[in-house]
């Protein structure tokens, strides 16, 4: 059974720094595509970083370029999203997900964990 498990989120300070990290089991993360994504209160579930099956780059979200580093240990099997210089705006669950095809889109991701919130506030 294929299953993804997210770990890492909590309440942070404005300027804090997170580690998420999604540990895979019945998938292998480094023959899919791998993303982490995050819905906030009252939003729409949104890509925040990805890394695509085709050519093996890392991807961003305009919102978290330069503060967050998505990346993959493919001896543990487990992706992993750090999160430097956070801010309110950053407060959602995140979540992390896999897919067989090339693109890293919400609504074209086959797995999914259950999510982990993270909170940003002073």
């Known amino acids: 059974q294929s299953q993804l498990v997210e770990s890492g989120g909590g309440l942070v300070q404005p300027g804090g720094s997170l580690r998420l990290s999604c540990a895979a089991s019945?998938?292998?993360?480094?023959?899919?595509?791998v993303g982490w994504f995050r819905q906030a209160p009252g939003k729409e579930r949104e890509g925040v970083s990805c890394i695509t099956l085709w050519d093996g780059k890392t991807h961003y979200a305009d919102s978290v370029k330069g503060r967050f580093t998505i990346s993959r240990d493919n001896a543990k099997n487990t992706m992993y999203l750090q999160m430097n210089t956070l801010e309110p705006e950053d407060t959602a669950v995140y979540y992390c997900?896999?897919?067989?095809?090339?693109?890293?889109?919400?609504?074209?991701?086959?797995?999914w964990g259950k999510g982990t919130l993270v909170t940003v506030s002073s």
């Open positions: 019945g998938i292998t993360l480094n023959t899919v595509t």
């Open positions: 997900a896999a897919t067989g095809l090339s693109a890293c889109q919400v609504y074209g991701m086959d797995y």
